[in-house]
């Protein structure tokens, strides 16, 4: 079965600095997709990046980026220019991209990020 | 963009009672659709897989006779939480999906579910 882990319970930044979210995954599969998720106090999960394992290129969306070590097992956020909004918690997640391969996502057990003013 | 809708947003029910909650797929066919439970500051645990017009795969641990899944249709589930007791109390959340690997993974906005 696979695994997300996310080592740091919290982490703070303060506002304009740039932050990184660790996140590491143990899985046997070689197809599959690695999510960066939001939820802010709403509880509303909003999906934040995407990556694609089959994709050397790590996944870019304006502040947010990733770095993706596939032989590693590691998938961290970077978050640049950091703003009061990015405050939440961050989940890592893992699906398989497999065709038998379970739909389900499998999350880490989250971090969540305080942005000091 | 795609959206779930998750209805209701907040609940209190008797102890004993039972109590369901809705997960509407509004603009696109969700083949499987997945329901979760958030204790507080705790990550998503899964609790049942769905697809529509077969019965739910439940994770273990999970009481299938507790926790009713229906998903009668490629645009609503629902979970039904029977003879719900106060250790209950949790906040739901369902995502859907439209079944391929590659599609993105839909939240609704989750229930908060308090038993008195």
């Known amino acids: 079965a696979q695994t997300v882990t996310q080592s740091q319970p919290e982490m703070s930044v303060q506002e304009a600095e740039t932050v990184t979210l660790s996140c590491t995954y143990d899985t046997s599969e070689s197809d599959y997709y690695l999510f960066w998720y939001k939820q802010p106090p709403s509880r509303q999960m909003i999906l934040v990046i995407r990556?694609?394992?089959?994709?050397?290129q790590n996944a870019t969306e304006n502040r947010f980026s990733v770095n993706f070590q596939k032989a590693a097992k590691s998938f961290s956020l970077k978050i640049s220019d950091s703003q009061l909004g990015d405050a939440a918690m961050y989940f890592c997640a893992y699906r398989s991209a497999e065709i038998q391969g379970a739909q389900k996502l499998v999350f880490g057990q989250g971090t969540r990020l305080t942005i000091n003013p | 963009g795609a959206v779930v809708s998750q209805h209701p947003s907040r609940v209190i029910c008797k102890s004993g009672t039972s109590v369901k909650i809705e997960c509407r797929s509004l603009?696109?066919?969700?083949?499987?659709m997945f329901w979760y439970r958030q204790f507080p500051k705790k990550s998503l645990m899964l609790m049942a897989t769905?697809?529509?017009?077969?019965?739910?795969?439940?994770e273990q641990g999970v009481e299938k006779d507790k926790f009713l899944i229906n998903h009668a249709s490629l645009t609503l589930s629902t979970l039904t939480v029977t003879s719900a007791h106060p250790e209950d109390s949790s906040f739901y959340i369902c995502?859907?999906?439209?079944?391929?690997?590659?599609?993105?993974?839909?939240f609704g906005e989750g229930s908060w579910l308090t038993v008195v």
């Open positions: 603009d696109f066919q969700a083949t499987t």
């Open positions: 769905s697809n529509e017009g077969s019965k739910a795969t439940y």
């Open positions: 995502s859907a999906s439209s079944g391929l690997a590659g599609n993105t993974i839909y």
């Open positions: 990556q694609e394992a089959y994709k050397q």
